[in-house]
């Protein structure tokens, strides 16, 4: 069965770190893109990274580009969220997605295109 399980949220004080995991099981990762979405309370989910298969082709949101890093490594089958000099507008339920997708550039899909979802993990930025 596949499944993605993410990890590492919790409480930071603004500019402080954190390093999100999510662990794919049951598929390998080479030929899934990847993509960190985010939601906060009364809005509607958005994509923060993604990462292309194959290559490993980034993209990033303008709100966090400079502070995050997004990479896979494919021998754990595990995606990494680097976030950095996070700030109390970082604030939300992190989610990890995964789709079938061909090398190429990096995109985040929209929401209703990836097939794979985890559970999320909350990150809280507050002093």
């Known amino acids: 069965q596949l499944q993605l399980v993410e990890s590492g949220g919790g409480l930071v004080q603004p500019g402080g770190s954190l390093r999100l995991s999510c662990a794919a099981s049951?598929?390998?990762?080479?030929?899934?893109?990847f993509g960190w979405f985010r939601q906060a309370p009364g809005k509607e989910r958005e994509g923060v990274s993604c990462?292309?298969?194959?290559?490993?082709?980034?993209y990033y949101a303008d709100s966090v580009k400079g502070r995050f890093t997004i990479s896979r490594d494919n021998a754990k089958n595990t995606v990494y969220l680097q976030m950095n000099s996070l700030k109390p507008e970082d604030t939300a339920d992190y989610y990890c997605a995964a789709r079938i997708s061909p090398p190429g550039a990096a995109v985040c899909y929209d929401v209703l295109e990836y097939d794979y979802w985890g559970q999320g993990t909350q990150v809280t930025v507050s002093s």
């Open positions: 990462i292309s298969s194959i290559v490993g082709h980034t």
């Open positions: 049951g598929f390998t990762l080479d030929y899934y893109a």
